[in-house]
């Protein structure tokens, strides 16, 4: 079978050092907020060129510690996409606040920043692009709208590590960045595991405090806070991991490029775009199959044992949990549900594995529609 990701090769590759750190932590003892957190803290730091760098216990605490950070609450409105993960509207819910859901730009899967201004009321606090798949969002237009509207911007930047908007890391443009380490990420845990960025002093010293019960200092507690702290072990697996994410994430725009040249010449399929102020890290492969042949493809490609996955089978505005939030034209969103198709890729994978899925998809389209 062809999994989705395969993470053994990258573990292999610093298998001694991952251990040897492991092994260092049991013997020190210090499993919360140990060394390796703050070392780790700060080589995040520098390889973002920020200021702040911290530490959560997941993506999704990064993005609700930062909700708070920025002052949400009951009635507040959140602009963001609708083509995402639950958490990025999940977290903003957490205080009450509402997402305003703006569709996206189908060439990107990311915000169409251009809707973005239409979409801005009295209520509007803030404004969350997520740089899906590995691709960062048009973010120097979205700036000026959100500085023009003195509203806070969070990136969501959980599928992006790495991925850079004309030079600049995603991740660092906006008020603040929040990363996931969970194990599928391009810098991947061996658990769960998260990260705020800024260059802002007081997001940074609330977020600090936030993660702590609400505390600079041990049992004084100034506010109502969370418990949310990277582990020592995670951090540990994590800093011998960093210094290998550019080559790593340059074998993963390797192999897109080799998928990209298999799919050469084939009409049913749309390879991913890739806009000239993007570097692009692949978090997913992700086509879009026309026609309407998506579900069947996927089929045809279990049939032959290869995994295949759709991210999102629903936008987050059609979510039971929203049904009460006025509708919204969110058509490209809408369509793209019923194309898109995430294909498997990781940093080492083979020339040859890549050529048997992308016959498969190849030889399954062809069939579902001589069918």
């Known amino acids: 079978m062809i999994p989705l990701l395969d993470t053994q090769p990258e573990i292999q590759s610093i298998w001694d050092e991952l251990m040897s750190s492991i092994q260092d932590v049991l013997k020190k003892g210090s499993f919360i907020m140990g060394p390796n957190v703050k070392a780790f803290e700060q080589e995040a730091a520098s390889y973002f060129g920020v200021k702040h760098a911290i530490g959560v216990n997941s993506g999704t605490d990064a993005l609700v510690l930062a909700a708070k950070a920025f002052g949400l609450k009951e009635g507040d409105e959140v602009i963001t996409t609708p083509f995402t993960f639950f958490a990025t509207t999940e977290s903003v819910g957490q205080f009450g606040a509402v997402p305003v859901f703006v569709d996206i730009d189908p060439s990107t899967f990311n915000l169409d920043v251009s809707k973005v201004e239409a979409a801005i009321t009295s209520r509007t606090k803030a404004i969350i692009p997520v740089h899906l798949y590995g691709h960062p969002v048009d973010m120097d237009p979205l700036m000026d709208i959100a500085r023009k509207h003195n509203l806070k911007v969070l990136e969501d930047?959980?599928?992006?590590?790495g991925s850079e908007y004309k030079g600049k890391k995603a991740g660092t443009i906006g008020d603040a960045g929040a990363f996931s380490f969970f194990p599928s990420k391009n810098l991947g845990g061996f658990g769960d595991g998260g990260m705020l960025?800024?260059?802002?002093?007081?997001?940074?010293?609330?977020?600090?405090?936030?993660?702590?019960?609400?505390?600079?200092?041990?049992?004084?507690?100034?506010?109502?806070?969370?418990?949310?702290?990277?582990d020592e072990i995670q951090a540990a697996v994590l800093r011998c991991k960093l210094p290998h994410i550019d080559e790593w994430n340059e074998g993963r725009r390797r192999a897109a490029q080799r998928y990209n040249d298999l799919f050469a010449g084939e009409s049913m399929i749309e390879t991913p775009f890739v806009a000239d102020y993007a570097e692009h890290v692949y978090h997913q492969y992700t086509i879009k199959i026309k026609g309407g042949q998506r579900d069947a493809v996927e089929a045809g490609l279990k049939e032959k044992e290869i995994s295949s996955f759709v991210y999102y089978p629903v936008p987050v505005n059609a979510l039971?949990?929203?049904?009460?939030?006025?509708?919204?034209?969110?058509?490209?969103?809408?369509?793209?549900?019923?194309?898109v198709l995430s294909l498997p890729i990781w940093p080492k994978i083979t020339e040859e594995t890549q050529q048997t899925v992308a016959t498969a998809v190849i030889a399954s389209l062809k069939q579902t529609v001589a069918v």
């Open 157 to 161: 930047v959980a599928q992006a590590f």
């Open 320 to 339: 039971p949990v929203y049904k009460n939030l006025p509708a919204r034209p969110l058509q490209n969103s809408d369509a793209c549900t019923g194309q």
């Open 197 to 230: 960025i800024t260059n802002d002093d007081e997001i940074a010293e609330t977020v600090k405090m936030l993660r702590v019960h609400g505390a600079r200092k041990k049992y004084f507690n100034e506010v109502i806070g969370y418990n949310s702290r990277l």
